[in-house]
């Protein structure tokens, strides 16, 4: 079936750090790749997509660019912001039909200030 | 827009108990989702629907959970009896699914937290 895997965290960095969260993917065909943030107390938000390879997603700063060769979509960000502490979710949604997303564990980010 | 709509907040309730909880999908979605999150399980979808039929229920863990969504605007997962093990946060999300190659996000609600005790 079809999975995600991201790196375990949590990840702290510093303050104007750059980041990396590795998420790669086992899917059929060509699913629609997603990233998901989730602030304490909150709803998964929609951070950003791409739903074909070599497709770049990019929102507030953050950017994955979908690699179908690799079955990658790692997210970056050249330089974060305590604002950006949160729990980062990388998702993959089958193409076809109206199936759900299929979620990573989540990555939890801690940014010092 | 509104967003997708849970209710209530936070639940306490003793085992033994039938727990409902709400879900207002965002005006326009056709398809609805369950989603239960714990910090050993991460997220899992329970169940979805789409046009308001259940498509795919093979997330439920147990008989106890039951989903309905008796119209576009509205949908309810129940679980009686409630165990301490249900413990967790659930989310509801909404999108629009047109068919053919599915790209499109779905939007979550801010969730559910029940306790069970």
């Known amino acids: 079936g079809d999975s995600v895997t991201q790196m375990e965290g949590p990840v702290t960095l510093s303050e104007e750090a750059f980041l990396t969260i590795n998420c790669t993917y086992t899917?059929?065909?060509?699913?629609?790749l997603f990233w998901y943030v989730q602030y304490p107390g909150e709803g998964l938000q929609l951070l950003l997509k791409?739903?074909?390879?070599?497709d770049k997603g990019s929102n507030k700063g953050f950017e994955a660019t979908y690699r179908k060769e690799t079955t990658s979509f790692h997210l970056e960000k050249g330089s974060v912001q305590v604002s950006d502490s949160a729990v980062y979710f990388c998702?993959?949604?089958?193409?076809?039909?109206?199936?759900?997303?299929?979620f990573g564990k989540g990555t939890h980010l801690i940014i010092q200030p | 827009d509104a967003g997708v709509i849970q209710s209530p907040r936070h639940e306490v309730t003793e085992m033994g108990q039938e727990v409902t909880l709400r879900c207002k999908p965002i005006?326009?979605?056709?398809?609805l989702f369950w989603y239960r999150q714990t910090m050993m399980r991460g997220l899992e979808l329970l169940i979805y629907?789409?046009?308001?039929?259940?498509?795919?229920d093979s997330g439920m863990p147990e008989d106890r959970f039951s989903a309905k969504m008796p119209n576009a605007s509205f949908s309810t997962l129940k679980i009686q009896p409630s165990e301490p093990r249900d413990s967790a946060v659930y989310f509801c999300?909404?999108?629009?699914?047109?068919?053919?190659?599915?790209?499109?996000?779905?939007?979550f609600g801010n969730g559910t937290r029940l306790t069970v005790t």
């Open positions: 999300a909404s999108s629009l699914s047109t068919g053919g190659r599915n790209n499109s996000p779905l939007h």
């Open positions: 899917a059929t065909g060509y699913p629609s």
């Open positions: 791409a739903t074909k390879a070599d």
């Open positions: 998702a993959l949604r089958r193409g076809g039909g109206a199936d759900g997303l299929t």
């Open positions: 005006s326009g979605h056709n398809s």
């Open positions: 629907f789409n046009n308001n039929v259940p498509i795919d």
